[in-house]
């Protein structure tokens, strides 16, 4: 499906094509590098990095699942690289010792989605929960201060902030969201498609 | 899923700020009762995090980023091929055109016959792939490369002057000494150059390290823009290690204590007064598996031990046996339950 269209612009060095995809997916990986690197300039240098290498071996490049995936996957080792030999390598030893396994170093569709969604599932939540969240998480104010601001119990704001991070789960880890990413994969390849035959048709 | 509400209120506090000791084994010991629990908690915390770097991504200027991403090509662009009714095969033009193209073509092909090479045949590189096993690789001058998984090797068929070879992933060499020619290893942007040794080199594209781990003899390190620096090539001996940040694009020495580098290419697995959690560690790696130290004071023990081959079963059997362990294995995790030393 989507693996095989990509593959398609990829080699064929289509560069709009390749503007449209790093344009789709680009915060989505700098906000996924910057939770290994903790500094978003950093984040930035690496993803950018991993899109060169990506459009200088695009002739030879083998995907074995989609290139979303691949991009993700690219910018975890990179990241993880970067740590295995320092002491921060703690935080993240389980995972740089998983690399090879099951997944096949793919990360996980958790981790791709939370970057893309966040920002929706976050408009999404009740009013107040909502406000309470974006205090906490975008002005980074602590729950006694929040608690004090909006003149309530620093009880009621952690159980607003929980309940954020519980509506949020649920969204990502159900699989109703998994059928409307695929859903919304195959409309854009049959539109894709009609795009292409009319453009042949036409000359 | 449901959460008891003392459970949240410290999973919250704990993102927030610390626990005290207490609460923190509380949390620890939920998290630890089911897989669940854990992706749970986990998830929390990803979402927690990952909420708060959010107002950065919005600052962040993509269409600029991209800019910098298309404008580090190489020299020569590839030239798009457009479709254009123009060139369709039954337009006479196109006919004569692809006929230009052709003797142009075999034009090109002259020239580099006649100026590009010199008088004797032209030499072709050869290309050995591992996949998913380690792979064995013999060099025209008598060498061997031992390849790691996923790892690819290309080499000149015939050693004139030098002996050139291209490594991507990792592999172990084993160099014949030859002092009238120079074994030069491209592995990425860094150069490898020996006379005759042995040594070990990772460097995988995906990856941000290029690394050199020297078991005999002598190499020297240098980045391939270096080539005619004496100055900048670093040299490694026996026991050394360097490693190369393509980021930062710096070099820097790296001390390992770690007897089991090479473990990958020879099976063997050493313990010299290790303690208990670094063998874990290194067990982890090696075999693919998830093993938990339920006690710490086992965790600080010491084993020292040489496995040759041997199964994770067979070697766990010598650390249940040699610290009275109890062993758990559970469906994708093996726990050791110790009491001490």
């Keep these: 499906m989507e693996s095989s269209s990509d593959i398609k612009w990829l080699k064929a060095g289509d560069e709009s094509s390749f503007q449209k995809f790093f344009e789709t997916h680009y915060k989505a990986l700098v906000g996924f590098a910057f939770k290994y690197l903790e500094d978003i300039d950093e984040s930035e240098e690496v993803v950018q990095e991993s899109f060169t290498k990506l459009w200088e071996k695009r002739s030879s490049i083998e995907l074995s699942g989609q290139l ?22 703690r935080k993240y030893k389980a995972e740089i010792l998983h690399t090879s396994n099951e997944f096949e170093g793919e990360a996980s569709s ?16 009740p009013d107040q929960c909502q406000k309470i969240f974006q205090m906490s998480r975008f002005e980074d104010l602590k729950y ?42 195959f409309f854009r390849n049959l539109s894709r498609g009609f795009y292409k035959a009319s453009c042949l048709a036409n000359g | 899923m449901n959460i008891d509400p003392h459970i949240e209120s410290l999973i919250l506090r704990s993102l927030e700020s610390g626990l005290s000791a207490d609460e923190q084994e509380q949390l620890l010991t939920w998290r630890n009762t089911s897989q669940e629990n854990e992706t749970a908690f986990q998830d929390f915390v990803k979402i927690y995090k990952a909420a708060s770097v959010l107002p950065k991504l919005d600052k962040l200027d ?3 980023a991209f800019g910098k991403v298309i404008s580090k090509q190489p020299e020569i662009p590839e030239i798009p091929i457009k479709r254009n009714p123009f060139f369709s095969p039954k337009n006479e033009f196109w006919k004569v055109a692809a006929v230009f193209l052709v003797l142009l073509g075999s034009v090109k092909l002259m020239d580099s016959l006649l100026f590009e090479s ?20 013999s060099l025209p001058d008598g060498s061997i490369v031992t390849l790691a998984e996923n790892s690819s090797l290309e080499y000149l068929e015939v050693f004139d002057k030098i002996r050139s070879v291209k490594l ?21 942007e860094m150069n490898v150059e020996v006379l005759g040794t042995s040594f070990q080199i990772e460097a995988f594209e995906e990856s941000n390290a290029i690394e050199v781990l ?22 490694l001996k026996k026991g050394e290690k360097a490693s190369y940040d393509k980021l930062k694009k710096s070099i820097k020495t790296v001390i390992t204590k770690d007897l089991n580098e090479l473990s990958w290419l020879t099976g063997k697995i050493t313990f010299n007064k290790t303690q208990i959690d670094t063998v874990i560690k290194t067990l982890e790696g090696f075999f693919g598996v998830d093993i938990v130290i339920e006690n710490q004071d086992f965790a600080n023990c010491k084993l020292s031990a040489s496995f040759d081959n041997q199964e994770l079963d067979e070697i766990i059997e010598v650390i249940r046996v040699t610290y009275d362990v109890e062993v758990k294995q559970e469906a994708k995790t093996i726990r050791l339950i110790g009491k001490g030393c």
């Design chain 1, 68 to 89: 979303s995936g691949y991009m993700f996957s690219m910018v975890r080792n990179v990241c993880l690289n970067k740590f295995k030999h320092e002491e921060v390598a």
């Design chain 1, 110 to 125: 958790f981790d791709q989605e939370m970057h893309h969604r966040l920002h929706q599932l976050i408009d999404e939540l």
């Design chain 1, 144 to 185: 006694a201060q929040i608690a004090d601001k909006l003149d309530l119990s620093v009880k009621t704001v952690e159980n607003q902030i929980s309940k954020a991070l519980k509506i949020i789960r649920e969204d990502l880890r159900s699989v109703r969201s998994l059928h409307l990413i695929i859903l919304l994969n």
């Design chain 2, 62 to 64: 993509t269409k600029a």
């Design chain 2, 118 to 137: 010199s008088p004797e045949t032209v030499i072709a590189w050869t290309k050995v792939n591992s996949d998913e096993s380690k792979k064995e690789v």
């Design chain 2, 168 to 188: 991507n992933g990792r592999a172990f060499f084993d160099v014949v000494r030859d002092e009238e020619r120079a074994f030069v290893i491209e592995a990425g």
């Design chain 2, 214 to 235: 020297v078991k005999s003899g002598e190499v020297a390190f240098y980045h391939e823009g270096d080539k005619e620096k004496e100055d900048k090539k670093l040299k």
